[in-house]
């Protein structure tokens, strides 16, 4: 999934400066480990949780683009999901949960434009520009068949705004 998102990368935004996060930081930066041709400018976070999209989307830095991809399986059902454990990997192991992209682009303020899923991993890219040229499969731009969607678009009204980021955040933030 990297090598389709990355290849996105390298044909719509050429010379654009990519908010993303490791490993896909190197893989566009370094042309020898055979994800790109070229070296792509990178912006680099530490994850895709709601506290880090948060953040940068509070600093507003300069970028084109972000690729946004799941940094973990996260299995569609879970067996076991107790409370001390979570907290027990957020502190030793680094543990959070990614936003998934619809929800991490609307709050950096940009568009998806390519979007793939296959057995609990993600990968997406999306623009500030609205009007980039997707040459990708069609349906690449409609997410999973059953992903819940405000007003029947990939965006939310200013009245679920709010809501929509509390529930975010108590879904996506270790309780300490």
Do not use: C
């Amino acid at each position: 999934m990297h090598q389709e998102g990355e290849r996105f990368i390298s044909e719509h935004f050429e010379n654009a400066q990519i908010l993303t996060a490791w490993p896909a930081s190197e893989e566009l930066a370094k042309p020898y480990l055979g994800y790109v041709k070229k070296p792509v400018r990178v912006l680099q976070i530490e994850n895709f949780s709601l506290p880090e999209i948060l953040a940068i989307a509070e600093k507003k830095p300069d970028f084109d683009a972000a690729l946004l991809f799941s940094t973990k399986y996260e299995p569609p059902h879970r067996i076991v999901d107790w409370p001390w454990w979570n907290r027990m990997k957020t502190r030793f192991f680094d543990y959070h949960r990614d936003l998934p992209p619809a929800a991490a682009a609307k709050i950096l303020g940009v568009k998806l434009v390519f979007e793939e899923h296959r057995g609990g991993q993600w990968i997406a890219v999306a623009s500030r520009d609205q009007d980039i040229n997707v040459k990708a499969n069609p349906r690449n731009l409609q997410g999973p068949p059953n992903r819940a969607r405000a007003n029947g678009r990939n965006e939310f009204s200013p009245l679920t705004k709010p809501f929509f980021l509390r529930q975010l955040a108590n879904h996506y933030t270790p309780q300490a």
